[in-house]
């Protein structure tokens, strides 16, 4: 954004986890470790959790709630990624509503998979032709995009959402999507068309549980199916009920079923009430994605992705989970010795996220007292310097270099300049001292009254 048309905070919305500053300043004084790390994301509304594990990494395809909602406004979908599960990097959004011409509402629910070096992202979109909701596939050649429309057209339209998509063993694709009903249909090989007709599969309170109180709606099957495979077992995973909804789950033998019902995953609990699922494993754990209202100003309608770490009973059935603010442990720790961008993030306070004109994201709209927390940071034998690249549309400010706290131990200080534009890009650097073994890193922003300068990226050299 250029200086003049950067939007006054006033006009803004609210920043959803600003309220935490005091209090995490005040643990970080009397030495207390912050342990929020859930919700992942804190800079914007999240929902609808879709992980895939690629090239080491975890991608995570979320939507996004606007700030303020009412109901379920939402535009956009998301992409983050981690290579250890606590930092988790914004790659913005590589698809919207405006990608698909024939859509005009509700980007809700989708899940992205790989084939063939290709990513293809299910998603559920009101076609304005019809008024009904259908689901369209998008692709791209990366798994952060950019996705473009496929087909022009929905791939399947039945007015329900929430598509599922899993590639067996033998090559065979499955699409999975509904709500109130239970559909399934063939992917082909390109993954963009289908063989066969849709098929309702039969849902029996033997396969998916017995709600009461709904004649119309018998089991438990409400919606967000996730659909995927582990040591020869099928497995359905869902929203169940409603309203509040829980975490159920039911396996198979085979990919179509028979299907039995097998229990709660995660009760009803936290300030929404709908919740998703997404499962995964990866380097060695299985991780159970979910949304909840967790942040300030949360609801049904305005959620946020969490993550919690578990481990299958031996037999295969899932444990009961339940949200936690702590999260998933950290896999391994972060290197600062290679560049890293300041969207990487494990916590933060005040600050916000925005295309940036060298490409990727940039953090913006950095206030006096915001701070970025990035979780594991192995400084080995020490660093001797910190750099970043900043841009300033007024007079900079300040980046202190903390450890485990943002009143933690003070190893580095960063002016930064005005550079005449809030894109206009330049290269800071400041020694540090102290920096050794690994901590929690935290980058606290300093400086007069409103916005102080972006930041794109950082790093440390090593001693």
Known sequence: MTGANRIPAV?????VVAWLTGLLCLMALFAVPARADNPIVQTIYTADPAPLVYNGRVYLYTGHDEDGSTTYTMKEWRVWSSADMVNWTDHGSPLSLASFSWANANAWAGQAIYRNGRFYWYVP??????????IGVAVSNSPTGPFSDALGHPLVENGQIDPTVYINDDGQAYLYWGNPD???????????SYSGSPTKVSLTTA??????????????????????KRNGLYYMVFAAACCSEFIAYSTAPGPTGPWTYRGTIMPTQ??????????????????????NGALPGGSG?????????????????????NMTSSGAP????????????????????????????????????????????????AFGAGATSFTART??????????????????????????????????????????TGATGTHDLYLRFTGGSGYLFNVNWWQFNAA
């Open 391 to 432: 841009a300033s549309a007024t007079s900079g400010g300040r980046i202190e270099v903390r450890l485990d706290g943002t009143g933690g131990a003070l190893v580095g200080t960063c002016t930064v300049p005005g550079t005449g534009g809030w894109q206009t890009w330049t290269t800071v650097s400041c020694p540090v």
């Open 125 to 134: 979109m009101r076609d304005r032709a019809t008024g009904a909701m259908a």
């Open 207 to 228: 396969g998916f549980g017995t709600r009461t109180g709904n004649a119309s709606r018998p089991t438990l099957f409400e919606e967000g199916p996730w659909f995927y």
């Open 301 to 321: 309608y305005t959620r946020s992705v969490a993550v919690e770490k578990f481990t299958y009973n031996a037999n295969g059935t899932i444990p009961t989970i």
């Open 270 to 291: 936290g300030a929404s009430f709908t919740n998703h699922p997404g499962i995964v494993d990866f380097n060695g754990g299985s991780y159970f994605f979910y949304h």
């Open 11 to 15: 006009l803004r919305p609210r920043r």
């Open 182 to 192: 239970l559909w399934s249909v063939k992917l082909n090989p390109d993954m963009t």
């Open 330 to 377: 950290q896999v391994g720790t972060l290197n600062p010795y290679v560049r890293q961008e300041a969207e990487t993030i494990a916590w933060e306070s005040g600050v916000e996220t925005e295309p940036s004109s060298e490409g990727g994201m940039n953090v913006g709209y950095i206030e006096n007292g915001d701070w970025i927390k990035v979780k594991g940071a």
